[in-house]
């Protein structure tokens, strides 16, 4: 399926799949969206490129070492001429019994069925230093 192929309902529920394996815990769900050679730029700075990057970057989160880790939908705006998603959220986390919560907004990017690129952005109270 290309670029073309995808009209903007398609690209909303392949995008609602994907986040919905987040919640589900089930990476190898979560993996099978991006592409090869698919790119995840983390809400850090850090760059993961091709799957078996983007797996390991995930790992943490699928295993629990951040705690009990949930995505609530906010809002969601899709371009289907581009490919492009826009999906905001709030990650609700759970820690040793402390609830706490954060948001933050994917930029995904769709070509031939498959996320080519996910870049991460949230609200945090220290910015970000790049050394």
């Known amino acids: 399926m290309s670029r073309a192929e995808m009209n903007r309902q398609e690209l909303v529920e392949i995008t609602r799949r ?4 987040f919640n589900r ?3 190898d769900a979560v993996m099978e969206y991006f592409a ?7 809400f850090n700075g850090r760059r993961n490129v091709g799957k078996a990057a983007i797996r390991a970057a ?31 959220w709030r990650c609700t ?4 019994g402390h609830a706490t ?4 907004l ?12 996910k870049l991460t952005y ?8 790049e050394d």
Do not use: C
């Not at 070492?65 to 289907?80: K, N, Q, S, T, V």
């Not at 994917?106 to 690129?117: E, M």
């Open 18 to 21: 994907f986040l919905d394996a």
């Open 36 to 42: 090869d050679d698919g790119i995840y730029d983390e």
């Open 58 to 88: 995930f790992v943490p989160q699928f295993t629990g070492a951040y705690g009990i880790m949930r995505f609530l939908d906010e809002d969601l705006f899709a371009d289907a001429a581009t490919g492009k998603v826009m999906a905001s």
């Open 101 to 104: 919560s954060w948001r933050g």
């Open 122 to 129: 949230a609200k945090t109270k220290v910015p970000l230093f």
């Open 106 to 117: 994917d930029l995904l990017h769709f070509a031939g069925g498959k996320l080519v690129r």
């Open 93 to 96: 986390l759970s820690v040793h």
């Open 25 to 27: 815990e089930d990476l």
